[in-house]
């Protein structure tokens, strides 16, 4: 589905994208981390502000590849799974709530950058709240679904 190229990526071709994509998101997570322990001192306007920019992106970019490619590449691979789809709207619920806090992350970022008067505890909170559900999010992509990529295709 949406693949330009008209042809279908294979399984081993989804997991390293996969792969691509949980260790950008680790490392936004990382980044997040390293301003939020920091604050509020220690501030570099210019990385928060290269973080306000990359943030929504790069979480956008990873769900658009989730939901256009890998969980059909899944589907295929695993044949029809009610459990699948479930986990797949979980997953989908998880993106739609990850995308709105990167926007207020974002936002937040380009506030400290720009030195505008921010409540540091509130905005250390959220970004807590933010990397700690994106990290869980990645540890089941990476602890679930990597695998099943990986399976042999059942029969049909
Ligand atoms: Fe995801």
């Known amino acids: 589905m949406n693949q330009s190229s008209g042809s279908k990526p294979s399984s081993a071709e989804v997991a390293k994208q996969l792969e691509f994509h949980l260790e950008k998101q680790d490392a936004l997570c990382n980044a997040i981390e390293d301003i939020a322990d920091t604050l ?6 210019q990385r928060c502000l290269r973080l306000a920019m990359s943030v929504l992106p790069l979480v956008h970019a990873a769900h658009r590849f989730e939901e256009e490619i890998l969980f059909d590449t899944l589907r295929e691979v695993n044949g029809q799974d009610s459990q699948l789809d479930q986990i797949f709207e979980r997953l989908h619920g998880e993106h739609f709530e990850d995308e709105s806090f990167a926007e207020e992350i974002s936002e937040c970022l380009r506030e400290i ?13 959220m970004m807590r709240g933010f990397f700690e559900g994106l990290r869980r999010h990645i540890a089941f992509e990476r602890d679930h679904l990597l695998p099943m990529l990986v399976m042999t295709p059942k029969a049909s």
């Open 113 to 125: 950058a720009s030195g505008t008067q921010v409540n540091f505890e509130k905005a250390g909170y």
């Open 40 to 45: 509020p001192d220690d501030i570099d306007p």
